[in-house]
């Protein structure tokens, strides 16, 4: 299973990804992740891109095509893999055609999570994310049994620097102009299903199955 989860931030990418991707046995390559890692590292990535993260922009296409070609190359990667948060340029786009040509492959989807806008922003500001395991929480509608304390690996949640309201419309307006476009590309290719990001997260996940599943 090779798929792209494309969408705007807060469209449950992510959450859809992690069980999809244990389900199948391919690994979930979800760059927001990987950079946050970075920062938190203190690497020389990291300090690249925490600016732009910060700001809700997009970190260089250059610095993140790099990234996803390493993450590709590694041998987890050889029998599928699930993108999430990548591409989000036409850029990104084009460079992962290139990867995947080089070394034979092919997408079998791209999956589009449609969620309305101020869905997104609620979801986004109320978002609290586990520092160990990433799984995420709301402070309404999914909160975790124990304040403050990840139901599923015990380690500390925290606000994203980036899910504040301010950001989070910047987000959002970087989404419309620099990732949407994205839609018409792989639609012309006859690879986008799309898939409605509301409701619960298990009809979500099966919705998310079927389309990929019909199209492997
Ligand atoms: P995410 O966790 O996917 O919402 O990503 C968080 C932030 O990481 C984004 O707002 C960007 O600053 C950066 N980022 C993640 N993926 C990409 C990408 N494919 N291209 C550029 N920047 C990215």
């Given at each position: 299973m090779r798929v792209v989860f494309l969408g705007?931030?807060?469209?449950?990418k992510g959450t859809q990804a992690r069980d999809l991707a244990r389900e199948w046995g391919?690994?979930?390559?979800a760059t927001g992740d990987i950079l946050r890692q970075a920062v938190a590292a203190g690497t020389r990535l990291g300090r690249e891109a925490r600016d732009y993260m910060d700001r809700g922009a997009l970190v260089p296409d250059e610095v993140i095509v790099g990234l996803v070609a390493e993450r590709l190359g590694e041998p987890d990667a050889a029998g599928g893999f699930i993108l999430d948060?990548?591409?989000?340029t036409v850029a990104q786009a084009e460079a992962l055609e290139r990867l995947l040509e080089e070394t034979g492959q092919a997408l079998d989807a791209v999956v589009y999570f449609e969620v309305s806008e101020p869905e997104l922003v609620r979801r986004l500001t109320g978002r609290r994310v586990c520092r160990e395991c990433q799984a995420a929480y709301h402070t309404v509608s999914a909160p975790p049994?124990?304040?403050?304390?990840?139901?599923?690996?015990?380690g500390a949640l925290y606000q994203r620097e980036d899910d504040g309201e301010a950001t989070v419309r910047t987000r959002l307006e970087v989404y419309t102009r620099q990732t949407a476009p994205l839609l018409e590309r792989y639609r012309r290719r006859d690879l986008l299903t799309t898939v409605?990001?509301?409701?619960a997260i298990d009809e979500i996940r099966a919705a998310v199955r079927r389309a990929a599943e019909a199209r492997r």
């Open positions: 705007p931030p807060g469209a449950g391919v690994p979930q390559i948060g990548f591409p989000r049994r124990r304040e403050g304390t990840c139901d599923r690996c015990g409605k990001g509301e409701g």
